[in-house]
């Protein structure tokens, strides 16, 4: 068996995708018989999972990692223990003896406690995350209004985008886990996804708290109004994940006992800032947003979906419609 370590002056090189050097150490009964330093060659992110693979390497530990550099070592058959500190002479021997703790995600090997996809690194999502929910905190202490919504988008594939090269992207787990601590640390904002994530995705964490997300969405310039062709070089923003109709999305959404508002009175009728906040924070919203929110799927039905008895067949909401 092989181990790499992330290696820099004899300490774990705290970021995958930009380490210069590797530790390798061959490995029989359970013991180290033999280690070398290996160059990184200045190949960056997922394609370090090949240099590995190459190696012949079986298991990687390391700090920090993004989940593009995860999801390139499971499809090359490395196991992952990220979030590791410290000497990687001492980690490789924790690693053998199964006393190896780490923080990061994806540490399967003996009895690792489960963690988060960016190791320690302070670049890395924690830190956002953490910076976050200090804003909000701030926002109410000194004008006592906090975020009306917070949107949660990830980095996603695009013409000159590619995902797998930022060391600091997190796996979809990491991602449902931030939208239930968004809502439990912030439950009076509004929380948005767009179909920039897919469908299983956004079904995932609905239950945990999104209260916003897009349909048919076009993200290039004037894409609404002139679709590109496949053979134009796009300007879209990012790739639609989620490519389903405004139909199957609303069907979709009512199916799972949701009701789809296309309300906007809010800012029509001023409801924004502290007005907004007092209304959402003693609850007395839903006084205002589930009415509306039954007229506007009404309006919706009748007047712009497909025929709207399709939409609304055997749906558990129909008696609330009419």
């Known amino acids: 068996m092989k181990i790499a370590v992330t290696y820099d002056n004899g300490e774990i090189f705290q970021h995958f995708g930009k380490t210069e050097s590797f530790k390798v150490y061959e490995v029989e009964d359970n013991k180290v018989v033999s280690s070398e330093v290996i160059g990184s060659n200045g190949t960056g992110h997922g394609a370090l999972a090949g240099l590995l693979a190459e190696q012949g390497v079986n298991v990687l530990i390391c700090g920090g990692i993004g989940g593009g550099a995860q999801t390139a070592l499971t499809e090359a058959g490395i196991e992952l223990c990220a979030g590791a500190q410290g000497n990687t002479d001492q980690a490789v021997e924790s690693y053998l003896k199964g006393e190896l703790v780490s923080s990061g995600a994806n540490c399967d090997h003996h009895h690792h406690e489960e963690g988060h996809s960016c190791g320690s690194h302070e670049e890395g999502h924690r830190y956002e995350f953490a910076g976050l929910l200090m804003h909000a905190e701030h926002l109410e202490a000194v004008h006592g209004v906090g975020p009306h919504t917070i949107s949660v988008p990830r980095i996603k594939h695009a013409d000159d985008i590619d995902p797998s090269a930022f060391d600091n992207s997190i796996s979809d787990e990491i991602f449902a886990k931030i939208c239930a601590l968004i809502r439990i640390a912030v439950p009076y ?134």
Not at 228 to 235: G, M, N, Y
Not at 248 to 276: H, K, Q
Not at 286 to 310: F, G, I, R, V
């Open 189 to 322: 904002t509004g929380m948005i996804i767009s179909t920039r994530e897919s469908k299983a995705v956004r079904e995932k964490v609905l239950p945990l708290g999104v209260s916003q997300i897009s349909g048919a969405s076009r993200t290039s310039v004037g894409g609404y109004d002139v679709p590109e062709t496949e053979d134009e070089v796009t300007s879209a923003q990012f790739d639609v994940s989620d490519q389903r109709s405004l139909d199957e999305i609303v069907n979709w959404l009512m199916g799972m006992g949701d009701i789809p508002s296309f309300c906007t009175a809010c800012y029509r009728a001023g409801r924004t800032g502290d007005r907004f906040m007092s209304l959402c924070k003693s609850k007395q919203i839903s006084n205002c947003c589930h009415p509306n929110a039954l007229m506007t799927l009404m309006e919706y039905l009748q007047d712009y979906a497909s025929p709207w008895k399709s939409c609304v067949c055997d749906s558990p909401i129909r008696e609330m419609v009419y």
